[in-house]
């Protein structure tokens, strides 16, 4: 007896999998929750299987079987999204679905503009963006959710690879009125004694804080958020200093008060931004328009210097 499902149904279905939620699940994929109730229900219906159990207030979990299932529908996603890029390979055609993670302290930033300057070279492409920490974007490409990820070059596993962009050393971000703000340059030991505001995101504060512990200093951790606006927002109202990367531009916190952006000298090489791919993805045609795009849009020169916009 033929099977009457489809991928869309598939799609809804990973998609509550991994939200734990119909409400959620549906923001995620853009359409009603009707729609994804629905197709939860005609999967379940098709296969004689429960698939999720419904907690009251405390949303979906897969049952036993489910959690098998989701397995083989990601694999067959994935299976369906080779197809679409052995097609574009043959016709020589850049089109169809493009699922792209980023790093969530510098998505606001970087990856907006590639992405408009992306679909208006290549109309034909469905272009998802995702903002993840950079663990997430590790496990997104391995589960073949996302197709690229821009990140950062930090605790890379091997079995991704990395396409480097730019080099962006670390910077100080000050209040106007903080002491240190009219400083050139600064070191650790210059901040020894100033509160921090942490921007405590996984694999981003261990790197920053890396450079507390080579040079045997113990940081005054003030503040911590995971939000890079409130980060912005604490140190120019004068809660501490901070640390990044990537220079959020204009030089003022969200509400208007002016920062002050300075370089920090640190013995190591600056943080890479770049590509993370899994193995075999530069096979496919749209994979290797959007790497190419990135490599032709975000330049070393202005971008490599501290705390510049990386279109220069």
Same mark, same amino acid.
């Given at each position: ?27 995620k994929v853009n359409v009603s929750s009707p729609s994804i109730s629905a197709a939860i229900a ?5 296969? &004689? ?15 036993? &079987? &489910? ?11 994935? =299976? ?15 089109? &169809? ?6 790093? %969530? ?18 109309? =034909? ?5 995702? =903002? ?32 480097? *962009?730019?080099? *962006? ?14 400083? =050139?340059?600064? %070191? ?125």
């Open positions: 007896m033929a099977l009457r499902i489809t991928l869309r149904q598939l799609e809804y279905f990973v998609a509550v999998g991994e939200c734990g939620s119909i409400a959620l699940a549906a923001e005609q999967l379940e219906a098709e296969f &004689g299987l429960q698939l999720f159990i419904r907690r009251h207030a405390q949303g979906l979990s897969l049952t036993q &079987g &489910g959690a098998r299932f989701i397995e083989s529908a990601r694999r067959v996603l994935a =299976e369906a999204r080779g197809l679409n890029d052995l097609a574009n390979d043959i016709t020589g055609k850049v089109r &169809g679905p493009l699922n792209v993670g980023c790093l %969530v302290t510098f998505a606001q930033i970087v990856l907006p503009r590639l992405r408009r300057s992306f679909v208006e070279a290549w109309p =034909e492409v469905v272009f998802r963006q995702f =903002e993840r920490d950079q663990s997430e974007l590790f496990d997104g490409l391995r589960a073949a959710r996302f197709d690229v990820a821009m990140a950062y070059d930090l605790d890379v596993p091997a079995d991704l690879t990395f396409l480097p *962009l730019i080099d *962006l050393p670390p910077y100080v971000v000050l209040s106007d009125k903080h002491p240190l703000a009219r400083r =050139e340059s600064l %070191v650790v030991a210059d901040l020894a004694e100033e509160p921090m505001v942490l921007l405590d995101l996984p694999m981003s504060a261990d790197y920053f804080l890396s450079f507390f512990a080579e040079a045997r200093i113990a940081p005054k951790i003030a503040e911590r958020t995971r939000d890079i606006a409130v980060m912005r927002a604490l140190v120019g109202n004068g809660f501490g200093y901070s640390m990044a990367n990537i220079r959020p531009m204009p030089d003022r916190s969200p509400d208007g008060l002016p920062l002050r952006i300075v370089p920090l000298k640190v013995p190591r090489p600056a943080l890479r931004l770049g590509l993370l791919v899994s193995e075999g993805a530069l096979n496919s045609c749209t994979i290797r328009a959007f790497v190419d795009h990135a490599r032709a849009r975000i330049t070393p020169g202005q971008g490599a210097a501290p705390g510049v916009d990386p279109y220069g």
